[in-house]
Protein backbone atom coordinates (compact mmCIF):
# COMPACT_ATOMS: atom_id res chain seq x y z
CA UNK A 1 0.00 0.00 0.00
CA UNK A 2 1.37 3.43 -0.63
CA UNK A 3 -0.60 6.46 1.22
CA UNK A 4 -0.12 10.09 -1.49
CA UNK A 5 -0.61 13.04 -0.11
CA UNK A 6 -0.79 16.32 -2.42
CA UNK A 7 -0.06 19.40 -1.51
CA UNK A 8 0.39 23.10 -2.90
CA UNK A 9 -2.49 23.93 -4.54
CA UNK A 10 -3.58 27.53 -3.91
CA UNK A 11 -5.30 30.49 -6.29
CA UNK A 12 -3.04 32.11 -8.88
CA UNK A 13 -3.05 35.02 -11.12
CA UNK A 14 -3.26 33.84 -14.82
CA UNK A 15 0.36 33.90 -15.75
CA UNK A 16 2.05 32.95 -12.70
CA UNK A 17 3.79 29.20 -11.36
CA UNK A 18 3.05 26.95 -8.73
CA UNK A 19 4.41 24.12 -7.42
CA UNK A 20 2.72 21.19 -6.21
CA UNK A 21 3.95 18.22 -4.54
CA UNK A 22 2.94 14.35 -3.57
CA UNK A 23 4.13 12.65 -0.54
CA UNK A 24 4.29 9.22 -0.17
CA UNK A 25 4.27 6.65 2.43
CA UNK A 26 4.20 2.29 2.81
CA UNK A 27 5.42 0.47 0.42
CA UNK A 28 7.61 3.34 -0.83
CA UNK A 29 10.65 0.71 -1.29
CA UNK A 30 9.05 -1.00 -4.11
CA UNK A 31 9.33 1.02 -7.42
CA UNK A 32 6.60 2.59 -8.26
CA UNK A 33 5.47 5.08 -11.33
CA UNK A 34 4.08 8.29 -10.46
CA UNK A 35 1.24 10.79 -12.35
CA UNK A 36 -0.75 13.82 -11.83
CA UNK A 37 -4.42 14.08 -13.12
CA UNK A 38 -6.98 16.78 -13.29
CA UNK A 39 -10.68 17.71 -13.04
CA UNK A 40 -12.58 20.41 -13.70
CA UNK A 41 -16.20 20.99 -12.56
CA UNK A 42 -18.70 19.16 -14.86
CA UNK A 43 -15.44 17.70 -16.70
CA UNK A 44 -13.60 14.34 -17.25
CA UNK A 45 -10.59 13.32 -15.41
CA UNK A 46 -7.85 14.17 -17.44
CA UNK A 47 -4.19 12.82 -17.80
CA UNK A 48 -1.25 15.65 -17.04
CA UNK A 49 1.89 13.75 -16.64
CA UNK A 50 3.76 10.43 -15.69
CA UNK A 51 7.05 9.56 -14.79
CA UNK A 52 9.05 6.42 -14.03
CA UNK A 53 10.15 4.76 -10.66
CA UNK A 54 13.87 5.80 -11.50
CA UNK A 55 12.78 9.19 -12.86
CA UNK A 56 14.88 9.25 -15.99
CA UNK A 57 11.28 8.80 -18.51
CA UNK A 58 8.41 11.33 -18.39
CA UNK A 59 5.17 12.28 -20.43
CA UNK A 60 3.48 15.06 -20.38
CA UNK A 61 -0.23 15.66 -21.53
CA UNK A 62 -0.64 17.72 -25.08
CA UNK A 63 -2.38 20.58 -23.23
CA UNK A 64 0.54 21.18 -20.37
CA UNK A 65 3.39 20.20 -22.61
CA UNK A 66 6.15 22.90 -22.31
CA UNK A 67 4.15 24.65 -19.36
CA UNK A 68 4.68 22.06 -16.79
CA UNK A 69 7.12 19.69 -15.56
CA UNK A 70 6.86 16.81 -13.59
CA UNK A 71 9.66 15.24 -11.36
CA UNK A 72 10.72 13.05 -8.06
CA UNK A 73 13.21 12.76 -5.49
CA UNK A 74 13.13 9.41 -4.73
CA UNK A 75 14.72 9.79 -1.43
CA UNK A 76 12.35 12.00 -0.16
CA UNK A 77 9.72 9.78 -2.04
CA UNK A 78 7.95 13.14 -3.06
CA UNK A 79 6.79 13.78 -6.45
CA UNK A 80 6.48 17.35 -7.98
CA UNK A 81 4.61 18.81 -10.52
CA UNK A 82 5.73 22.75 -11.52
CA UNK A 83 3.23 24.71 -13.54
CA UNK A 84 4.37 27.94 -15.48
CA UNK A 85 2.44 29.84 -17.63
CA UNK A 86 -0.58 29.29 -16.19
CA UNK A 87 -4.12 29.44 -17.58
CA UNK A 88 -7.71 29.74 -16.35
CA UNK A 89 -8.35 26.66 -18.19
CA UNK A 90 -5.92 24.92 -15.94
CA UNK A 91 -8.33 25.25 -13.12
CA UNK A 92 -8.97 22.24 -11.80
CA UNK A 93 -8.55 19.82 -8.96
CA UNK A 94 -4.90 18.06 -9.31
CA UNK A 95 -4.60 14.42 -7.93
CA UNK A 96 -1.28 12.09 -7.81
CA UNK A 97 -1.87 8.83 -8.41
CA UNK A 98 1.29 5.97 -7.99
CA UNK A 99 1.65 2.12 -8.85
CA UNK A 100 4.23 -0.57 -9.12
CA UNK A 101 3.70 -1.77 -12.37
CA UNK A 102 2.24 0.53 -14.36
CA UNK A 103 3.36 3.89 -15.91
CA UNK A 104 1.19 6.01 -18.58
CA UNK A 105 -1.91 7.86 -19.61
CA UNK A 106 -4.69 5.57 -18.00
CA UNK A 107 -5.83 7.02 -14.59
CA UNK A 108 -8.08 3.76 -14.34
CA UNK A 109 -4.41 1.20 -14.23
CA UNK A 110 -3.23 3.26 -10.95
CA UNK A 111 -3.50 1.97 -7.98
CA UNK A 112 -3.07 4.56 -5.25
CA UNK A 113 -4.56 7.83 -5.29
CA UNK A 114 -4.08 10.48 -3.40
CA UNK A 115 -7.33 12.93 -1.93
CA UNK A 116 -6.28 15.92 -4.76
CA UNK A 117 -5.72 19.78 -4.16
CA UNK A 118 -7.30 22.50 -5.45
CA UNK A 119 -5.69 24.91 -8.29
CA UNK A 120 -7.28 27.43 -9.33
CA UNK A 121 -6.31 30.51 -11.80
CA UNK A 122 -7.86 33.60 -12.40
CA UNK A 123 -8.02 35.65 -15.03
Known amino acids: QVHLVESGGRLVQAGGSLRLSCAASGRTSDTYAMGWFRQAPGKVREFVAAITGSGKSTYHGDSVKGRFTISRDNAQNTGYLQMNSLKPEDTAIYYC????????????????WGQGTQVTVSS
Open 97 to 112: AADHNYYGTNGDQYHY
